[in-house]
């Protein structure tokens, strides 16, 4: 099928579908014929007025008629199915109940969705960072001078700000970045509120749409059904201006954004995930925008989902959701949302890869912040992945949705383990504006800021894997995010403070936050292929037959080299020795990670292997490949 144009329709003929009720028009109340009412397919509580979401037979839209009604189509630009999804609209005083009875009666209908309305659920309004300009740390990788505030990038364990702050209770990416900061190929949609695309931290960051840049104004210039859309769209206001100039704009997105991507060793502000090295080489953060002041509806993330594929993301950063508890289970979110997981389903379709490292793109959701269990979706679903919170002790946070469906934890932040007067830097600090518009840094916690973690770190993955060169499934990949992390079960002994009224009991959540800490050392390592063995500050002895097999045993003349720079990183002072058995000793004094190459000979035939080093305060209640 071509292009389809909206069917339009006149003031007078909505009066006259007011006034005349039993024309062939809107039913009046109480009038509804019950035929088709199966078509439905669900209710009409939060909804938007004056919308439906229709989907229609092969060839029902030239015959559709309504009067009062006009259809568009839901996804602009070429229709490459028989059937599609369409937004009618009609005047918000008609009753969105009897219009939908109204053209469920009609011919040609597969199924009608209510537009429900979408809802931001912050855990806390956010605290703007001072103006004080920070010294930089002397063992920080980068000069971006709110990385020492940034726990949840580099975690020191400060306990004089977090009470229950731990070494390394953070995305592990410090030594990562010895490897990669990102790549501008490697695209993030960021699926939220606007993104302030003229924030000095993110401004290099951005994907920009170069075809409209630099076409005409007020023309579709790449023909995607979109005008002027440069740096993204505002699908929530159906308009290229992404507007973060509302009252009621939180600041959300481009703290969302800030986190995956602010630019990093610019001498400015706070550092991304994949923010890159401060050579132009940070991942591009795609404005998506579902939220403007209050408005926001199913359409808006379904449509924003298709464009995000059709205009270059590998990876879907969607830190909202529904409420955990309001579907019963993944068929029935698919059956009441058919239209968002439409949306979903196009940007997982492997047909619209958009990726030369993977055979199909990524959706990440927040899991929610109610602090029940199960996921709230569609984070729940099979085919996305699910982020669970945790704070600077890696306990989970007290807002923090859990067990089924969660895959995975990222730092979101947990004001109630700080120091009094000190809260809101156990929280996530990121790029930000001020009531005026004005750029600036600030913290939040949430889910919603556990997500973006995780979502720069598949983008270090992606990066880092283009960078060597290696291609693997989406499954393949997705398996190695989901078990590239740190063991946290065993912090989750005894109780913490909740929500600054009561407690919480820690054991009601080991093995309900997901497979783990993510952790972007270990993504990249599994990347390379190179088994990763974690160690105790102090020392410790590894096991080469882990490494090399039980030939281990046979094999003579070992010896372990490791360049300074991770030498550096773990603190190790002194030499390593391996003794017959092939029992490796290693003495590691700071929290760090490092490749350590281990070589032997095997009757005169030289092996080499290498493997990654870990070093934290405690092991993994488990070991091996997670």
Known sequence: MGHLTTKLVTVAAISAALACPSCNGIPEEGGADDKGGHLIINDSASSVKGHLLICLEDGAYENFNVEGVSLEPLFPGLYETPSEWFLATFSPEFPVQEVAATIASREGIISIQYDKILKRIPVGDITLADAAVMSKAEDLPFNDPRLVEQWHMINTGNTSICKTAVEGADAGVKDAWTLTGGDPSIIVAIVDEAVMYTHPDLQANMWVNEAERNGVEGKDDDGNGYVDDIYGYNFASDTPQICWSHKQDSGHGTHVAGTVAAVNNNAEGVCGVAGGTGKGDGVRLMSCQVFDGEVSSSASLARALRYAADKGASIAQCSLGYESGTFKDADDFKRQCAAEYAGISYFLDKSHNNSSVLDGNIIIFSAGNEGKSPAGFPGGL??????????????????????????????????????????????????????????????????????????????????????????????????????????????FVGTKPKDGVSDMSLDQYVGQMGTGAVNAWKLLMQIEGTPSVQVVLGGDVVDLASIFGDPCMALTDYKADMDQKYKTSLGITSDFSINPDGMLSIECTKVGSGKLTVSAMSSGTPLSKEISIIARPAKSNYGGWL
């Open 382 to 491: 099979d085919d996305v992945i699910c982020v669970t919170s945790f704070g600077p002790g890696f306990q989970p946070a007290g807002y923090s949705n859990f067990g089924p469906g969660c895959n995975i934890a990222g730092p979101g932040g947990d004001f109630y383990v700080g120091r009094a007067g000190q809260n809101s830097k156990c929280q996530v600090l990121s790029t930000i504006y001020d009531s005026n518009g004005n750029a600036s840094y600030g913290w939040l916690e949430g889910t919603s800021m556990a997500t973006p973690h995780v979502s720069g770190v598949a983008a270090l993955g992606l990066s880092y894997a283009k960078q060597l060169g290696k291609h693997f499934t989406r499954e393949e990949f997705v398996t190695m995010l989901l078990t590239s992390v740190m063991g946290i079960d065993k912090y």
